[in-house]
């Protein structure tokens, strides 16, 4: 028969067995370990491994709100944006100012499109964080996809003076252009070329700008820059014809919209109706008909 001592000098083993049973994950007692070892995997897009870690991590301490926002960030880059909303809601709930859970939820809104509840989250996290250009960049999509320009500049102007990098600049680009503001945008634009001469985006937004003010020089040189770095770019030789034809020079037209077909991924309906539509202002008709039955080839018309 055991004694009393033997029976407690057993029981760390009995402990560790009981453990052992009711699985691998109770074996690490560290909830916040588990959450970093979750933020890994997340981070290498191993979701399911991350929900694992998560799950366990929960078992150990259901009050610990980073568990709750890390399922959420699993569920949001699964695009499982119900599932996101309801754990960034949980982990508000244990700490109404944990600000990422209410800037992620925010963002989470915007894909569900449920923009008044986003804003109302962006409003907040300003309250807790007023210099945060995290909040700002995510509130300047939200007024964005509203299609209220006016806001989203205003967070725009507020987003540089905070974060004056190139992705800003090249936001409020698009936004003063949706303003028709060509030459405010041009002047982001330039900012942004300046320090990347290669920034392809960059020179083709500001190549469109000068087309809208009728700077078809501009537009031109723009293109030429973006085909000198890129010699198989074929937006740029699509668009750089479509100023030819604008200037009435046809052959050059032509010799872009032939570069653009030939570096194409795949076939394009759209750039042999351009080439067609050239052909026929050069009255080579022939060359016009073969383009046109190629485009309604591919349309399938």
Do not use: W
């Not at 936001?171 to 041009?186: P, T």
């Not at 991924?265 to 026929?280: G, I, V």
Request: one cysteine or more; proline letters at 3%; hydrophobic letters at 35%.
């Amino acid at each position: 028969m055991k004694t009393p001592q033997n029976r407690l000098s057993s029981l760390p083993l009995l402990l560790v067995a009981l453990v052992l049973i009711q699985g691998p994950c109770f074996a690490v007692t560290d909830d916040q370990k588990l959450v970093e070892q979750a933020r890994e995997c997340i981070d290498k897009s191993q979701f399911t491994r991350a929900l694992y870690y998560i799950d366990c991590a929960q078992k150990l301490n259901s009050g610990n709100r980073t568990i709750y926002y890390n399922r959420g960030r699993i569920f949001n880059k699964l695009e499982k944006y119900e599932d996101a909303l309801e754990q960034f809601t949980k982990a508000i709930k244990i700490e109404p100012r944990y600000n990422s859970a209410i800037k992620k939820r925010g963002v989470v809104y915007i894909e569900l499109k449920q923009y008044k509840n986003a804003l109302a989250d962006f409003t907040q996290a300003l309250k807790n964080q007023p210099n945060d250009p995290e909040t700002y960049s995510a509130m300047t999509r939200a007024y964005c996809d509203l299609g209220e320009n006016k806001l989203a500049l205003n967070n725009a102007d507020q987003l540089i003076k905070l974060a004056p990098d190139r992705a800003s600049y090249v936001v409020r680009a698009r936004i003063k252009m949706n303003l028709k503001d060509f030459k405010g945008a041009i002047d982001d634009l330039a900012h942004v070329a300046g320090d990347n001469k290669r920034d392809d985006e960059a020179y083709l937004l500001k190549a469109q700008c000068h087309e809208s003010l009728g700077d078809f020089k501009s537009a031109l040189a723009d293109y030429s820059r973006i085909i000198a770095f890129n010699k198989k770019d074929e937006m740029a030789f699509q668009k750089r014809g479509d100023v030819y034809m604008k200037l009435g020079e046809t052959d050059k037209a032509i010799a872009d919209y032939t570069s653009a077909i030939e570096f194409a991924p795949e076939a394009n309906a759209s750039l042999y109706r351009a080439r067609a539509n050239a052909y026929r202002k050069a009255n080579k008709i022939d060359l016009a008909k073969k383009d046109e039955a190629n485009s309604a080839k591919i349309s399938g018309e």
